[in-house]
C-alpha cells in the first residue's frame, strides 16, 4: 500500500478523533452549565428551566415539605423546582411549624434562609427583677442593652447574651442639665449606638430643655453633652454618627447639616436648607427646602457640590432611605404616597448627573412618616401610623401590612414583633406579616426592647407583673433550642 495515502488515513482518523472529543467536551460542558442554569428533561422529553432554592432554618435538622411532597435531605438543603408558587412547610419535632408559599424565577436563586422555628416549651429563666424600670434598649446588633429605674442617672450595659450575663454601672450624673443630684426626670426621646457599641447618642427631654448627649459606654467620665459643649449649635432637630467609631456626628440644626468632632469639639457645616435626612457610610440623602423650591439630594461627604435626585411639591411628605445589600446600592424616596426605588454599583458622585437605576415605582397604600432600616441592610420599613411597607432588597418587592403598633422593631434580621398592650401578648412574625408566633402569653410589656442573641440560643425580654395593685419588672430568659 502506498505509505502516503497510509499517512492520509492516519491524519484523518486523529482528526476525526480529535474532532470527536472536542464535540463531546462541548456538549459536556452545555450540560453541565445548562444544568447549572436550571434547565432539566422532564418526564415527557419535554425541556424546562428549573430555579434553585436554598433552605436554611434555625435550628436545623427540620424536615421539609414542598408542594406535600416530604423530601428526604433535612435542612439544610437546596433543591431545584420548577418556575411559579410552591408551598414551603418547615417542621420539626417539638417545635412549631413554620410555613410560606415563595415564587421561584427560572435560573435564579430563591434564599429561604431565614425561617425560624421556635420551641414549644421552652425553658424559662427570671434574672432580674426591677421596682420602677425607665427604659431597656437593644443594640441593633443585639450584642449589649442599656437599662435604668426610673429617675436615675445610674444606668446599666449588659453584654454577652450568648451565655452567662454581664453587667457594668455607668452614671452619668451631671452629663444633662440638672441631673448633678443623680437624678434623671427625662424621657428619652431617640438614642442610637455606635457600630462597636462603645458609644450612644441620646437625645433627653422634658417640660424645659431638650438635650443631646453622646455617652461613653466604656469611660462615663468621657461622655459629652453637645447641647452644652458645643454653645453655638442650637435647635438640634435630629442627629446621627457619622462613623462607626462614635467620634463624629451630623446634626441638623437650624436648617444646616453639622458636622461635629467630638475630639477638637469643633463644628464644620456641610450642607444648607436641610428639611430632612438620612445617612449610610459617606452618603448623605436630604430634602432641600428653599423659598423657591423642595428637591431631594444626594451628597457625598468631602465633594464640592450634591446631586440632584428628584423636585418635589410644597404639600408632598418625603421620607428618605439608604442601603447597601449583595455590593448594590439602593437609594428609596416616597412622595406622598408612592415610592421610588434606585439601583446601582455605586451612588454618583459630584459633577455627574443622577443615573442610578429605577427598579421599582409603585402608588403605597400609606403616607410615611418614618424609615427604618434593618441592620443585615436588607430590610427597609416605611411605617405611617401602625401601617408598614416592608422593601426587601433580596427580592426587590415589598410587602405592605398594619403592624398594629406605632414602634417598629426587629427581634433578629428577619423577625418584626410588638407586644399587645392589653392581653400583654408578646406577637412576632416574618418580615412580609406571614408565620405569626405568639412567644409570651400574658407578661409582655410594650415599652422595652427583646432580643435573640447571637447564637441563637436565648430570647430575652422584660416582663411585667402586677401584685396587691403594684407592678414590677423582670429580665427574662427564655432557651430556643
Same mark, same amino acid.
Given at each position: 500500500m502506498d505509505i502516503e495515502k497510509i499517512r492520509k488515513i492516519r491524519t484523518i482518523k486523529v482528526l476525526i478523533v480529535d474532532l470527536i472529543m472536542t464535540i463531546s467536551v462541548v456538549v459536556i460542558v452545555a450540560i453541565l452549565v445548562a444544568a447549572v442554569a436550571g434547565w432539566r428533561i422532564n418526564s415527557d422529553f419535554? +425541556?424546562?428551566?428549573?430555579?434553585?432554592?436554598?433552605?436554611?432554618?434555625? &435550628?436545623?435538622?427540620?424536615s421539609v415539605n414542598?408542594? #406535600?411532597?416530604?423530601?428526604?435531605? =433535612?435542612?439544610?438543603?437546596?433543591?431545584? *423546582? =420548577?418556575?411559579?408558587?410552591?408551598k414551603i412547610v418547615i417542621q420539626k419535632e417539638g417545635y412549631e411549624s413554620w410555613e410560606k408559599t415563595i415564587t421561584v424565577t427560572p435560573g435564579w436563586l430563591y434564599r429561604l434562609e431565614y425561617p425560624r422555628l421556635f420551641k414549644q416549651d421552652r425553658e424559662k429563666e427570671e434574672l432580674r427583677t426591677y421596682?420602677? *424600670?425607665?427604659? !431597656?434598649? +437593644?443594640? &441593633? #446588633?443585639r450584642s449589649a442593652a442599656i437599662y435604668a429605674e426610673e429617675n436615675t442617672t445610674e444606668w446599666t450595659l449588659v453584654t454577652n447574651f450568648n451565655g452567662n450575663l454581664k453587667y457594668e454601672d455607668i452614671n452619668i450624673q451631671g *452629663? !444633662?442639665?440638672?441631673?448633678e443630684n443623680g437624678e434623671f426626670k427625662y424621657k428619652i426621646k431617640h438614642l442610637e449606638w455606635n457600630e462597636n457599641n462603645e458609644r450612644i447618642l441620646v437625645n433627653v427631654s422634658n417640660d424645659k430643655l431638650d438635650e443631646w448627649g453622646?455617652?461613653?459606654?466604656?469611660t462615663a467620665q468621657k461622655s459629652i453633652n453637645i447641647s452644652n459643649d458645643f454653645s453655638d449649635l442650637k435647635d438640634i432637630s435630629d442627629a446621627k454618627f457619622e462613623d462607626s467609631s462614635g467620634?463624629?456626628?451630623l446634626a441638623l440644626a437650624e436648617n444646616k447639616i453639622i458636622r461635629l468632632d467630638l475630639n477638637s469639639k469643633s463644628m464644620t457645616k456641610i450642607l444648607d436648607d436641610v428639611e430632612s435626612f438620612n445617612f449610610r457610610d459617606n452618603e448623605i440623602i436630604y430634602l432641600e427646602n428653599k423659598s423657591d423650591s423642595r428637591k431631594i439630594k444626594l451628597y457625598h461627604i468631602g465633594d464640592e457640590k450634591a446631586v440632584d435626585v428628584s423636585d418635589v411639591d410644597n404639600d408632598k411628605t418625603v421620607a428618605l432611605a439608604l442601603t447597601k445589600f449583595n455590593s448594590q446600592n439602593y437609594l428609596l424616596y416616597t412622595n406622598n404616597n408612592r415610592i421610588f426605588v434606585y439601583r446601582a454599583a455605586d451612588y454618583p458622585r459630584s459633577g455627574s448627573n443622577f443615573n442610578m437605576s429605577l427598579i421599582n415605582e409603585n402608588d403605597l397604600g400609606i403616607i410615611p412618616t418614618e424609615v427604618v432600616v434593618s441592620k443585615n441592610n436588607e430590610f427597609i420599613v416605611f411605617r405611617e401610623g401602625s401601617r408598614v411597607v416592608v422593601y426587601d432588597a433580596e427580592l426587590e418587592i415589598w410587602n405592605e401590612y398594619d403592624y398594629g403598633d406605632e414602634k417598629v422593631r426587629f427581634l433578629d434580621d428577619f423577625l418584626l414583633y410588638r407586644v399587645d398592650s392589653a392581653s400583654?401578648? !408578646? *406577637?412576632?412574625?416574618?418580615? #412580609?406579616?406571614?408565620?405569626?408566633? =405568639?412567644?409570651?402569653?400574658d407578661c409582655g410589656n410594650n415599652s422595652f426592647d427583646a432580643l435573640i442573641s447571637e447564637n441563637e440560643r436565648y430570647f430575652y425580654y422584660i416582663g411585667s407583673f402586677s401584685e396587691e395593685g403594684t407592678t414590677y419588672y423582670k429580665l427574662i430568659r427564655e432557651k430556643l433550642q
Open positions: 419535554t +425541556v424546562e428551566q428549573n430555579g434553585l432554592v436554598s433552605i436554611k432554618t434555625r &435550628p436545623t435538622g427540620a414542598i408542594d #406535600d411532597s416530604e423530601q428526604f435531605q =433535612t435542612s439544610n438543603m437546596s433543591k431545584m *423546582l =420548577t418556575g411559579g408558587e410552591h421596682a420602677n *424600670l425607665n427604659f !431597656f434598649y +437593644v443594640s &441593633p #446588633d *452629663l !444633662f442639665t440638672n441631673t453622646i455617652i461613653s459606654l466604656n467620634k463624629g456626628v400583654k401578648k !408578646f *406577637l412576632t412574625w416574618d418580615f #412580609d406579616s406571614s408565620n405569626v408566633r =405568639t412567644l409570651v402569653v
